[in-house]
Every structure is written in C-alpha cells, then in structure tokens.
C-alpha cells in the first residue's frame, strides 16, 4: 500500500487563494499542511502549519519545504523545474516533473497536444517580430499573442486586430513583440466562442481516474467572472469533452488533479489550455460536487480513493476583484441575504483591479438560478 495516511505532512508550492483552500479540505482530512510562497503573508498562510518565504526559481526554498513533507504538489504551474528537481530529493512531488515541464511552456504545451492528436486551433510559434509578422497575415490579422511562460488571467497576452483605431495590424505587431519582452510565444487566431467549458480530472498514482462534469466559464477582459457546475452542454458535446480530458491526463500519466480548458466553436471542441493544479472553474465543486476540487487532489496526491465527483445540486460561483473594494467595503451583509448563497475571502489585504480577492458562490434548483442568485448577490455588494 503506498497511500499517505492522514497525519502526513502536505507541502505545496505557491501559497494562493488555491493553496489555501487546498490547505483547508486537507486540515479536514487530518493533513499537516506548509507551503512555499514568495509572499510571508499569502493567503495560506493563516491555515497552514508552516510557510516558507521562496520564489518560483529558489531550489533551496523548495528542497527546505520538502524535507519536512511526505508529499509534494503545486497550485501553480511556474514553478521552476530546477525547484521541482530539488524537492523530488526529499518527497515525490505530484504532478510530476516531465509533465510540468511540458504545461508551464505554452510553445511545448501546444505541440505536445498536436503531436499527441488533440484538438487545438489554429496557432503559429513566434520567436521574433518577423515571424509574428507573418503570423498575423497567416492567421488573419485577428489574434491573441500569448507568452510561452508566465502569465495568468489575461495577463502576458496581446490582442491584435481588435482595435478599429490601431494604425496598422504590423503597427501593432511590432507593439505587440515589444509589450511581451521579446520573448518566445504563441499567436493563436482568435476564434468565434460559442461557449467556453472546463473538465477537472483527478488521476492517482495507483492509476484510477476520475473526470468531473463540465464547468460552463464566462469571462469579461479574459478574466474568469463566473463559472457553473453543470454546464449543460448537449450530450454528445460533454461526452467528447470527456474523451479529450481524460485522454489528455492518461497520456501525461498525471499524479494529482488537471483542468483541461475547451473552447466551444461553430467547429467543435478545441483545447485552449491545460492547468495541472485546482482550477477556478471549479471553486463551485465545494457546493455542486460529492467531493471539491480541494479534497480531490489531496486524495489524488496522496494515492487514496479519488472521491465521487457526481452533482448533488447546480452551483455557480462569481469572482470577486480588487475594483469592487474601490470607494467604500463591500457590503457583504446584502449578499449573504440571497438564498443558497456564501462568501468565500481570501485573506488577501491589498485589494488591486484585476486581483482575485475572493468568489461568491451559490446553489440553485437550475444551473441558471445558480448563476441568476451569485450574480444578484454580486450586484448586492
Ligand atoms: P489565461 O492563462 O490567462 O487563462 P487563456 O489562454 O485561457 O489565458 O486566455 C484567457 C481567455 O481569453 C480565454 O478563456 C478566452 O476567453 C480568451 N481567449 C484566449 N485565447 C483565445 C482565442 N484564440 N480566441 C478567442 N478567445 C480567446
Ligand atoms: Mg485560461
């Protein structure tokens, strides 16, 4: 038997909003819990039994969490591979090292997914202006320019072609080379959405697998703003979405849990990203699922049975931004007046536009009362 018993010591690396409510289901279960973070006062900090002050790229930061640790996970995808390397001395760290080094480059990320026959839209690497140039014209001057590493919420990502006003789409190409740092990185077309929707999917060292129902993902300024658990997709639809995400966690032999993000399109599923960690698609899982996100990568990481991932109830979730603490506090009072509806914080204490500082999140009858209840809860604050 090679499970990790509660009573073990968890580490993760990255102590955000992620860590922290990963932290909280393994404090249910009996885990010990440290995380490393570069910030002393992350969110997980105030739930956990040690934190380790550490960038992304500091091995020792890491090779320090680790030795106190039975089990390693992350909850975000930068981590550097030489950190990663140096905690696998003292604990087996999970997801592992091959399939992080693959997710954290969108460049090899991308080509891992055609190489292994899984639908993505059209793209073109660019490692210098001209090619992005060239992409461009190739691509049909709409695009989104993404960073082959860092970046989140939108952010180390150009759009190009979208803004009538622009000189010229070259214009903005070479703008757009220089506002990413010149740095290799992906130039997608930009696609007509008819939909956007995510699977979870949690697989154990021991092999079992399990993929959640999909996640329907609505974002403004490509920013996740709410998200709802089931997302009603036909069928046929959630089916294929199944295949691809359970395909993709087999083939990376994932250790702990993967949200594969899908775009709906006039021609079928895509793959737009993969996120080898909990994933905020599916912070509504505490409230529509059997077993959350949270308890499922600590089950999975520590090779247990992965718990039941069926829908007791529909549940939506908004996201709440640092613009909603600008001019007065929110009024969360209001908000928890809405039936079926909770607060979920943080801890962050510098509210910034554009940083998530917490999610509301609600239970109803129907996906849409779900989502129709946290977004009157939203509009409350
Ligand atoms: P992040 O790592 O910030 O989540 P994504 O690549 O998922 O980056 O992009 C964020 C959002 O931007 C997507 O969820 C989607 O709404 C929009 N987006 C990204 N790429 C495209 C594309 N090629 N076509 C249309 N919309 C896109
Ligand atoms: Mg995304």
């Known amino acids: ?24 289901a393994a404090r249910s279960l009996g885990y010990r819990i440290q995380v490393m973070d570069p910030d002393p006062s992350c969110p997980a900090r105030f739930v956990v039994d040690a934190c380790f002050e550490g960038s992304w790229d500091d091995a020792r930061a890491a090779a320090d969490l680790a030795r106190g640790c039975d089990v390693i996970t992350l909850e975000i995808e930068q981590i550097a591979v030489a950190s990663l390397q140096a905690a696998a001395k003292y604990a087996p760290v999970r997801p592992g090292v091959a399939m992080m080094e693959i997710i954290q480059d969108r460049v090899l990320q991308k080509n891992w997914l055609v190489e292994q026959g899984f639908p993505v839209g059209e793209f073109q690497t660019v490692r210098s202006e001209a090619d992005l140039q060239s992409a461009v014209v190739t691509l049909g001057s709409r695009c989104f320019v993404k960073s082959a590493r860092g970046g989140y919420d939108g952010r180390s990502q150009v759009k190009i072609g979208f803004d009538e006003t622009a000189i010229s789409p070259e214009a903005t190409a070479a703008d757009a080379w220089r506002l990413l740092g010149q740095r290799p990185a992906v130039a997608e077309k930009a696609l007509d959405l008819e939909k956007e929707i995510s699977v979870m999917v949690a697989r154990a060292p021991n092999g079992e697998l399990k993929s959640y129902p999909s996640a329907a993902n609505h974002h403004e300024q490509q920013i996740l703003a709410w998200s709802v658990i089931p997302s009603s997709i036909p069928a046929v639809l959630e089916a294929q979405a199944q295949e691809i995400a359970r395909g993709i966690a087999q083939k990376m032999n994932l250790e702990g849990v993967l949200a594969v993000e899908l775009f709906l399109t006039k021609d079928g599923l895509l793959v737009n990203e993969l996120a080898p960690r909990p994933h905020n698609s ?25 718990g039941d991932v069926s829908v007791i109830k529909p549940a939506a979730i908004a996201n709440l931004l640092g613009d909603l603490w600008i001019g007065h506090e929110p009024r969360f009072d209001r908000a928890l007046a809405v039936p079926g509806v909770r607060v979920h914080l943080y801890e962050k204490h510098t509210p ?24 009157q809860a939203k509009e409350f604050l």
């Open 1 to 24: 038997m090679s499970a990790i018993l509660p009573g073990a010591t968890i580490g993760i690396l990255g102590g955000g909003q992620l860590g922290r409510m990963t932290a909280m």
């Open 352 to 375: 910034r536009a554009g940083r998530k500082m917490g999610h509301l999140s609600a239970i109803g009858e129907t996906p849409e009362e779900a989502i129709h209840r946290v977004l």
């Open 282 to 306: 599916y912070h509504a899982s505490e409230r529509a699922c059997v077993t959350s996100q949270f308890e499922q990568i600590v089950r999975a990481v520590c090779d247990l049975p992965l």
